[in-house]
């Protein structure tokens, strides 16, 4: 069984920040690639960052400057540093794995969410 455990979000003023932290385990192989999604109330999901195994980062142009994504290989786990929130950065916060399994079989596993809200 794979697992994503996904902490940090709350409630933060404009002008804020806050650090969501993403920790994989179980039976992964190897992990290819960790990135954050959101979801706004009545909006798609979106990607916000991805970091490859590689250490190549892409964001969202509306995240760029003020998120930063990072990962730690040797505890499986991903951060995102978000600054400078805005209240259109109010979103659930889903953590996505790309990882090979114990088959050698790329797999796409997701976070539980956790809820980010940036109001005054």
């Known amino acids: 069984q794979v697992q994503l455990v996904e902490s940090g979000g709350g409630l933060v003023q404009p002008g804020g920040s806050l650090r969501l932290s993403c920790a994989a385990s179980?039976?992964?192989?190897?992990?290819?690639?960790m990135g954050w999604y959101r979801q706004a109330l009545g909006k798609q999901r979106e990607l916000v960052a991805a970091v490859t195994s590689g250490g190549s980062t892409n964001y969202a142009d509306s995240v760029k400057g003020r998120f930063t994504i990072s990962r730690d290989n040797a505890k499986n786990t991903a951060y995102l540093q978000m600054n400078s929130l805005q209240p259109e950065d109010t979103a659930v916060y889903y953590c996505n794995v790309a990882a090979y399994d114990s088959k050698w079989r790329l797999q796409n596993y997701w976070g539980q969410g956790t809820q980010v809200t940036v109001s005054s």
């Open positions: 179980g039976s992964i192989f190897s992990i290819n690639a």
